[in-house]
T-cell receptor, first 113, second 113 residues
Framework: DTEVTQTPKHLVMGMTNKKSLKCEQHMGHRAMYWYKQKAKKPPELMFVYSYEKLSINESVPSRFSPECPNSSLLNLHLHALQPEDSALYLC????????????FGSGTRLTVV | ELKVEQNPLFLSMQEGKNYTIYCNYSTTSDRLYWYRQDPGKSLESLFVLLSNGAVKQEGRLMASLDTKARLSTLHITAAVHDLSATYFCAVDVSSSNTGKLIFGQGTTLQVKP
């Protein structure tokens, strides 16, 4: 298995809702990442987990809450989002910090209404 | 502040022509990545360049890295319509405690018949 799987592919949520994005990989990668990509912009790093511990939080608002329950799974919990949070959320994984490449998932297209 | 700058940002070219996309970056790094993104889709890894002077080719695309000049190029040979997409370079600024990609703005390539 050489893929990073993200679910759901599309999500529409209200500003008072709580939802979660899920990311899974079975490549044995020990580093996992959340990126946010707005339309016609490059991806921007949000969080990095290494060996299931949060190692980077790029000053992301607390309405985004990451979780890494095990080495294969990464979640992003969403609460009280704003319309400007609408974006493509990409998960990625890599072997470790001296990796040879990052594998990106297909993304979750999030719309906040 | 680390900057990764691509140029051009938009490129319209005829099929069969050659062109080069440039990626300049402002910090020391010996790991640079090229990705392709189709509209509404995730990032597809094209090349991983790991050392000064690295050159990689796949089909009509060839990428190179000059770490001393902090410059990478993506050369397109005899473009075809299927190459129409947005191309991102990304610099790996990882140290022993981080894992982080900084992306260029992206170059949108449009290949006309």
């Amino acid at each position: 298995d050489t893929e990073v799987t993200q679910t759901p592919k599309h999500l529409v949520m209200g500003m008072t809702n709580k939802k979660s994005l899920k990311c899974e990989q079975h490549m044995g990668h020990r580093a996992m990442y959340w990126y946010k990509q707005k339309a016609k912009k490059p991806p921007e790093l949000m969080f990095v987990y290494s060996y299931e511990k949060l190692s980077i939080n790029e000053s992301v608002p607390s309405r985004f809450s990451p979780e890494c329950p095990n080495s294969s799974l990464l979640n992003l919990h969403l609460h009280a989002l704003q319309p400007e949070d609408s974006a493509l959320y990409l998960c990625a994984s890599s072997q470790d910090f001296f990796r040879r490449g990052y594998t990106f998932g297909s993304g979750t297209r999030l719309t906040v209404v | 502040e680390l900057k990764v700058e691509q140029n051009p940002l938009f490129l319209s070219m005829q099929e069969g022509k050659n062109y080069t996309i440039y990626c300049n970056y402002s910090t020391t790094s010996d790991r640079l990545y090229w990705y392709r993104q189709d509209p509404g889709k995730s990032l597809e890894s094209l090349f991983v360049l790991l050392s000064n002077g690295a050159v990689k080719q796949e089909g009509r695309l060839m990428a190179s890295l000059d770490t001393k000049a902090r410059l990478s190029t993506l050369h397109i040979t005899a473009a075809v319509h299927d190459l129409s997409a947005t191309y991102f370079c990304a610099v790996d600024v990882s140290s022993s405690n981080t894992g982080k990609l900084i992306f260029g703005q992206g170059t949108t390539l449009q290949v006309k018949p």
